[in-house]
């Protein structure tokens, strides 16, 4: 069996709110193969953002553990977890978090300028990257002059700009239509099918079915 | 890539940014122009002094170094002795004195200088020369009694101030019209040779205001002043360092001034650019929990911030420095009509010095004001930032 590219054991999250703590997850098991493609399902308030982001190494379990890469996360320095999150994982958010003042291209090239890509390799990517979620034609439009569909595509090409091996991606067709999001969620199959991990969460059940796996997580419980 | 990003978020808000850049410069133009004005008139009389080559200046003791109201009996005696010296030049006394001075369209009270031949550079003739052999008339004196070269003016020593009338008078013919060193504005001044006016005020024993000394090239002027002081007790003895050590005593407070408008001025760029840069960087926490998200360090996030605030402060050094020299002009001229203030004398002088020391305040200023931002952006927790953006 190969190892996982992310595995949480036993893993707790709480919060403190007004003094009192709040328990986020409860407890989450999980294991995601890679190249495997996992949704994790849920109402509102269950937890599965908070999963996502333990399973991103954005945040720490507050009891248990979380293996990232085969590494645990709260051995690790911040510094470390931002490398990993730089090179082996890609981010897309419901939002899509572009920065506004770049344009597609730029969006999708910060992640290599961080990673210190040569400019040559950066130019032959980003094309491709761009050809790959069908949106050439826009790489000098800035985020305000594109469509909601059309900047969670740039968002996927800039999860993707640094080859990572796992996706993560947090309601990534919650601001959009169910046409568009159903898109969306071909284009995350299409990554899968490059061999990349996929774990998304969402409450669309349509969406989620694109996925191999499908978890329920209730009250910060798996079940 | 930080670099990139802090250009593109400045440029994001472009009336904000340029607000705050107009906000910088002014506090910047004023920074410059306190820079000027702190030691500017210090170095103005010290490029004067130096300028004229006299490096030592020596006076009877008690006295201040630029007072002509004692007199030093025996100085050319004295003058003579210090002029054998080694690494002296030139030594000659200097007689300072009130004259009045007659001519066609009235009489007028005039600054008198009587000086030896050797003494250059003090006055300057319209022909260019800079000597004194006859009697000098400036300008200002010689549109006042209505003279010009070759007439003849009746000089005399005092005015009677029962009958008004003038005691010891001669005629003496204007060999000149020329320029003094530091003139006060609007001063009247004549200059005639040191026997000439020493015969007119009916002085005995060669005495004199003070002494100038020009040292010769490499010589030591402190080594002179310490060699004057032991050989004449009664003489106290400055060089230029000196004079302008007094100098520095009695305008203290225009360093003060100086000092409580950089503190203010620094205080606003402060003020400016991290008012600025944490509205900026609140109303982005979310995009700046992405960027950590997609792989930025938490270090180059603060360095993202603390960035855009030194691209405020570049962008705003060389207006500053371009503002303040244009305002200097007229606060200079405001500064220069004070009375008793010499012509030659500037209290805004710019210098390399005021310049460096310019541009690296505004640099630190425009960094410490990004500091409580980029320390907010720095320290966002990803995942909460994360949640409540989505919220």
């Given at each position: 069996?190969?190892?996982?590219?992310?595995?949480?054991?036993?893993?707790?999250?709480?919060?403190?709110?007004?003094?009192?703590?709040?328990?986020?997850?409860?407890?989450?098991?999980?294991?995601?193969?890679?190249?495997?493609?996992?949704?994790?399902?849920?109402?509102?308030?269950?937890?599965?953002?908070?999963?996502?982001?333990?399973?991103?190494?954005?945040?720490?379990?507050?009891?248990?553990?979380?293996?990232?890469?085969?590494?645990?996360?709260?051995?690790?320095?911040?510094?470390?977890?931002?490398?990993?999150?730089?090179?082996?994982?890609?981010?897309?958010?419901?939002?899509?978090?572009?920065?506004?003042?770049?344009?597609?291209?730029?969006?999708?090239?910060?992640?290599?300028?961080?990673?210190?890509?040569?400019?040559?390799?950066?130019?032959?990517?980003?094309?491709?990257?761009?050809?790959?979620?069908?949106?050439?034609?826009?790489?000098?439009?800035?985020?305000?002059?594109?469509?909601?569909?059309?900047?969670?595509?740039?968002?996927?090409?800039?999860?993707?700009?640094?080859?990572?091996?796992?996706?993560?991606?947090?309601?990534?067709?919650?601001?959009?239509?169910?046409?568009?999001?159903?898109?969306?969620?071909?284009?995350?199959?299409?990554?899968?099918?490059?061999?990349?991990?996929?774990?998304?969460?969402?409450?669309?059940?349509?969406?989620?079915?694109?996925?191999?796996?499908?978890?329920?997580?209730?009250?910060?419980?798996?079940? | 890539?930080?670099?990139?990003?802090?250009?593109?978020?400045?440029?994001?808000?472009?009336?904000?940014?340029?607000?705050?850049?107009?906000?910088?410069?002014?506090?910047?133009?004023?920074?410059?122009?306190?820079?000027?004005?702190?030691?500017?008139?210090?170095?103005?009389?010290?490029?004067?002094?130096?300028?004229?080559?006299?490096?030592?200046?020596?006076?009877?003791?008690?006295?201040?170094?630029?007072?002509?109201?004692?007199?030093?009996?025996?100085?050319?005696?004295?003058?003579?002795?210090?002029?054998?010296?080694?690494?002296?030049?030139?030594?000659?006394?200097?007689?300072?004195?009130?004259?009045?001075?007659?001519?066609?369209?009235?009489?007028?009270?005039?600054?008198?200088?009587?000086?030896?031949?050797?003494?250059?550079?003090?006055?300057?003739?319209?022909?260019?020369?800079?000597?004194?052999?006859?009697?000098?008339?400036?300008?200002?004196?010689?549109?006042?009694?209505?003279?010009?070269?070759?007439?003849?003016?009746?000089?005399?020593?005092?005015?009677?101030?029962?009958?008004?009338?003038?005691?010891?008078?001669?005629?003496?013919?204007?060999?000149?019209?020329?320029?003094?060193?530091?003139?006060?504005?609007?001063?009247?001044?004549?200059?005639?040779?040191?026997?000439?006016?020493?015969?007119?005020?009916?002085?005995?024993?060669?005495?004199?205001?003070?002494?100038?000394?020009?040292?010769?090239?490499?010589?030591?002027?402190?080594?002179?002043?310490?060699?004057?002081?032991?050989?004449?007790?009664?003489?106290?003895?400055?060089?230029?360092?000196?004079?302008?050590?007094?100098?520095?005593?009695?305008?203290?407070?225009?360093?003060?001034?100086?000092?409580?408008?950089?503190?203010?001025?620094?205080?606003?760029?402060?003020?400016?650019?991290?008012?600025?840069?944490?509205?900026?960087?609140?109303?982005?926490?979310?995009?700046?929990?992405?960027?950590?998200?997609?792989?930025?360090?938490?270090s180059r996030v603060v360095l993202l911030v603390l960035l855009e605030g030194a691209v405020v402060s570049a962008v705003s050094t060389p207006m500053a420095l371009a503002v303040g020299a244009v305002i200097s002009h007229p606060l200079d001229a405001i500064l220069r009509a004070t009375p008793g203030i010499p012509q030659d004398l500037h209290f805004f002088v710019a210098s390399p010095a005021a310049v460096i020391r310019t541009v690296l305040l505004l640099t630190v200023t425009g960094t410490l004001g990004a500091a409580h931002p980029a320390w907010i952006a720095g320290r966002l927790s990803i995942a909460a930032t994360l949640h409540q953006e989505v919220q």
């Amino acid at each position: 069996m190969s190892a996982p590219v992310v595995e949480l054991r036993d893993a707790a999250r709480l919060y403190q709110l007004d003094g009192a703590p709040v328990a986020a997850l409860r407890g989450v098991t999980l294991r995601v193969e890679a190249g495997e493609f996992v949704a994790i399902v849920g109402p509102s308030g269950s937890g599965k953002s908070t999963l996502l982001h333990l399973m991103g190494g954005v945040d720490l379990p507050t009891s248990g553990e979380v293996r990232l890469f085969g590494d645990v996360t709260h051995r690790l320095s911040d510094a470390a977890l931002t490398a990993v999150r730089l090179r082996r994982l890609g981010f897309v958010f419901q939002r899509f978090f572009l920065l506004p003042m770049l344009t597609a291209e730029e969006n999708i090239i910060l992640p290599m300028l961080e990673a210190g890509v040569p400019p040559a390799e950066r130019a032959r990517r980003v094309s491709e990257l761009l050809e790959y979620v069908g949106l050439t034609h826009r790489r000098r439009h800035v985020p305000g002059q594109l469509s909601g569909g059309e900047m969670q595509r740039i968002a996927v090409a800039r999860a993707l700009a640094n080859a990572p091996s796992l996706l993560l991606a947090d309601e990534p067709t919650g601001e959009l239509d169910q046409q568009t999001g159903q898109e969306i969620g071909r284009l995350l199959q299409r990554v899968h099918g490059a061999g990349v991990a996929v774990v998304m969460v969402t409450h669309n059940a349509d969406i989620a079915a694109l996925a191999d796996r499908m978890l329920v997580l209730r009250d910060g419980r798996l079940t | 890539m930080v670099w990139f990003l802090a250009r593109k978020n400045l440029r994001r808000a472009a009336s904000r940014t340029i607000l705050v850049v107009a906000g910088v410069t002014v506090a910047g133009a004023l920074l410059f122009d306190m820079s000027m004005l702190g030691g500017g008139l210090e170095r103005s009389f010290g490029s004067a002094l130096g300028r004229l080559g006299y490096d030592v200046r020596v006076v009877l003791k008690g006295t201040l170094p630029l007072s002509t109201d004692a007199l030093l009996p025996g100085a050319q005696t004295i003058a003579r002795r210090i002029a054998a010296h080694p690494g002296v030049g030139l030594a000659s006394p200097v007689l300072a004195t009130n004259l009045y001075v007659e001519g066609p369209a009235g009489r007028s009270a005039a600054v008198t200088f009587g000086l030896r031949p050797e003494v250059r550079g003090i006055i300057r003739q319209e022909s260019g020369r800079d000597t004194v052999d006859g009697l000098v008339v400036n300008r200002e004196l010689a549109q006042r009694i209505g003279v010009s070269t070759g007439d003849t003016v009746q000089v005399s020593s005092r005015i009677s101030p029962q009958t008004g009338r003038p005691g010891r008078t001669t005629a003496m013919r204007v060999q000149a019209i020329g320029e003094f060193a530091f003139d006060l504005k609007a001063q009247r001044t004549i200059a005639m040779p040191l026997g000439d006016l020493q015969d007119l005020l009916g002085l005995d024993g060669e005495p004199a205001s003070f002494i100038v000394v020009k040292t010769e090239p490499g010589a030591d002027a402190e080594s002179i002043v310490r060699w004057v002081a032991a050989e004449w007790p009664t003489l106290d003895a400055f060089s230029i360092t000196g004079l302008l050590e007094q100098v520095h005593r009695q305008l203290r407070y225009f360093e003060h001034f100086s000092t409580i408008l950089t503190g203010i001025s620094l205080l606003v760029a402060f003020l400016l650019i991290g008012t600025v840069l944490t509205l900026s960087v609140g109303e982005r926490l979310g995009e700046l929990a992405a960027l950590r998200a997609v792989g930025l360090s938490r270090s180059r996030v603060v360095l993202l911030v603390l960035l855009e605030g030194a691209v405020v402060s570049a962008v705003s050094t060389p207006m500053a420095l371009a503002v303040g020299a244009v305002i200097s002009h007229p606060l200079d001229a405001i500064l220069r009509a004070t009375p008793g203030i010499p012509q030659d004398l500037h209290f805004f002088v710019a210098s390399p010095a005021a310049v460096i020391r310019t541009v690296l305040l505004l640099t630190v200023t425009g960094t410490l004001g990004a500091a409580h931002p980029a320390w907010i952006a720095g320290r966002l927790s990803i995942a909460a930032t994360l949640h409540q953006e989505v919220q």
